[in-house]
């Protein structure tokens, strides 16, 4: 997967204020990652899972420049 691609899935679900498909979207992606970044999406969805919706809304969410 392209690294655009893991943090592009979070910000568009998150302007719809969905925490749940934030999570649906990252997991489904999982299979196409390599491993250190499927570490870092399942770490990052271990953290977001627990979030009420309105927590998550309250996050700030940037895209990372690509490397």
Do not use: H, Q, W
């Amino acid at each position: 997967m392209i690294c655009v691609g893991i943090y592009a899935v979070p910000l568009v679900a998150k302007s719809r204020g969905m925490a749940g498909e934030t999570i649906s979207l990252v997991d489904l992606a999982l299979p196409f990652m390599d491993e250190d970044m499927r570490e870092l999406a399942k770490r990052t969805l271990a953290k977001i899972a627990p979030l009420t919706e309105n927590e998550y809304a309250e996050l700030a969410i940037f895209a990372a420049d690509e490397v």
